[in-house]
């Protein structure tokens, strides 16, 4: 028994269900396809859904590295408000995604029985990461007491007046637009790679895993026809 990669896959969508069939292959010839169901299966589907959601967040923060044209000019600046909104308020969508399937990764999910965690990131990158869990939590998600975004309610009058005060009430919103950079200049997109290759590196396993343990022992149960 040869493992090989002269397989070919072809995906066929069902035009009105959406449904996905799948035909496998060998050197064009026709393959059976068998479903697996087992522990480490099911370990190997998560950290598949894991990586998935990961080049998702690398594609999103690309598209962030294309839109964002406007920031700061001097060296002694972090912040610069941007005055093209339209643009920011589609980097913001971008930014929002991003921060949220980045946190999926590292939360319990039905339907994943694995995740990952802090303590199996490269140390450098615990400042960071901890600054997109932190945004996910209190922005992304929902606003929470770290009060990342917040309004502000404020009465506005002139300092000085004699009679019919004239006076307005401003809401002032303060929301971030993107979490670009540390103090290193350590990148988002940085973090996400060093995450993605955790998840790739425990697929990697689990494959190799599967085959040795599961399906070699077992081959002939796999091999005979039903």
């Known amino acids: 028994m040869v493992m090989t990669n002269k397989f070919t896959v072809t995906e066929i969508i069902d035009p009105t269900s959406g449904n996905i069939e799948r035909v496998y292959k060998y050197k064009k010839k026709p393959c059976r396809r068998l479903l697996l169901d087992s522990k480490l299966c099911r370990q190997l589907a998560g950290y598949t859904l894991i990586e998935k959601d990961l080049r998702n967040v690398l594609t999103w923060l690309h598209e962030i590295e294309t839109r964002h044209d406007e920031r700061p000019t001097r060296k002694d600046q ?5 005055t093209n909104r339209e643009n920011y308020d589609l980097i913001k969508g971008l930014f929002v995604a991003a921060l949220t399937f980045y946190g999926k990764c590292f939360s319990k999910c039905e339907g994943r ?9 490269d140390v450098k990158f615990h400042g960071l990461h901890d600054n997109c869990i932190s945004y996910r939590h209190n922005f992304a998600a929902h606003s929470g007491a770290e009060r990342v975004e917040h309004v502000e309610i404020a009465l506005v009058f002139p300092v000085k007046f004699k009679n019919n005060v004239p006076f307005d009430l401003y809401r002032e919103l303060n929301q971030p637009y993107l979490l670009w950079h540390t103090s290193d200049e350590i990148a988002l997109a940085d973090l996400v790679e060093h995450v993605r290759s955790i998840a790739v590196s ?4 689990l494959s190799e895993k599967i085959k040795r343990e599961e399906i070699l022992p077992n081959a002939k149960k796999y091999w005979e026809p039903k």
């Open 113 to 121: 029985p694995v995740k990952l965690e802090r303590a199996q990131l």
């Open 202 to 205: 425990k697929i990697d396993f």
């Open 78 to 82: 972090n912040v610069h408000k941007p």
